[in-house]
């Protein structure tokens, strides 16, 4: 059973920068692909950003150029640097993990931008 913990979450100003790391445990298999998706209240949950195993990324429009996806495939483990936050980018989220046609979620970390 494939395990995904995230670290990283909290509160920052609006400006700040924040990390967030996923690692992934219970499987000897390289995963394939890896995400961040975040939930903002009321809205629905959206893809932030994500990577495959062969080192391709795409972001939302709202975070380019101020998010960062980054992987060590050794590790199985997606990190997600986040600079020059804004008060919308408040939300849960949440790590992605694919093996093969199986999906994978941790369980969330909350990230608030205050002004």
């Known amino acids: 059973q494939v395990q995904l913990v995230e670290f990283g979450g909290g509160l920052v100003q609006a400006g700040g920068s924040l990390r967030l790391s996923c690692a992934a445990s219970?499987?000897?298999?390289?995963?394939?692909?890896m995400a961040w998706y975040r939930r903002a209240p009321g809205k629905q949950r959206e893809l932030v950003a994500a990577?495959?195993?062969?080192?391709?990324?795409n972001y939302a429009d709202s975070v380019k150029g101020r998010f960062a996806i980054s992987r060590d495939n050794a590790k199985n483990t997606v990190y997600l640097q986040m600079n020059s936050l804004k008060p919308e980018d408040t939300a849960v989220y949440y790590c992605?993990?694919?093996?093969?046609?199986?999906?994978?979620w941790g369980q969330g970390t909350q990230v608030t931008v205050s002004l």
């Open positions: 992605y993990a694919q093996l093969g046609r199986l999906a994978y």
């Open positions: 990577s495959t195993s062969g080192g391709s990324t």
């Open positions: 219970g499987t000897s298999f390289s995963i394939t692909a």
